[in-house]
């Protein structure tokens, strides 16, 4: 079973930047390429969200129509490691950042339902 964890979350102003990175352990590099990976992000009082995915290849990438243009989704198969790069980021941006995995999927579903591995999780605050 692999184990994702997440880092790179924190406080920034509206405006600012930040790097998620999402390292998946316990599985070969050959494993890890084939899972679709997504992350989600869920704020406070409100469901979970999904906010960008990116298929086994890392060529086709899907984005949420409220960070497109802002975010950009990556992953690097040779390292198991997924990254969210965040920029002109707001305050509607404060969640907490899941990173998620879906086992055999070539394109990222849109449901949570559908991925079968989630890591704990990272926190984003975006100040006004």
């Known amino acids: 079973q692999v184990k994702l964890v997440e880092s790179g979350g924190g406080a920034v102003q509206a405006g600012g930047s930040l790097r998620l990175s999402c390292a998946a352990s316990?599985?070969?590099?050959?494993?890890?390429?084939?899972?679709?990976m997504a992350w989600f992000r869920q704020a406070p009082g409100k469901e979970r969200e999904w906010v960008a995915g990116i298929s086994r290849s890392g060529v086709a990438t899907h984005y949420a129509a409220s960070v497109k243009g802002r975010f950009t989704i990556g992953r690097d198969n040779a390292k198991n490691t997924l990254y969210l790069q965040m920029n002109l980021l707001n305050p509607e941006d404060t969640a907490a950042y899941y990173c998620?995995?879906?086992?055999?999927?070539?394109?990222?579903?849109?449901?949570?339902?559908?991925?079968?591995?989630w890591g704990q999780g990272t926190q984003v605050t975006v100040s006004s």
């Open positions: 998620a995995a879906a086992y055999l999927y070539i394109t990222p579903p849109l449901g949570g339902g559908d991925y079968t591995d």
């Open positions: 316990g599985i070969t590099t050959d494993t890890y390429s084939t899972y679709s």
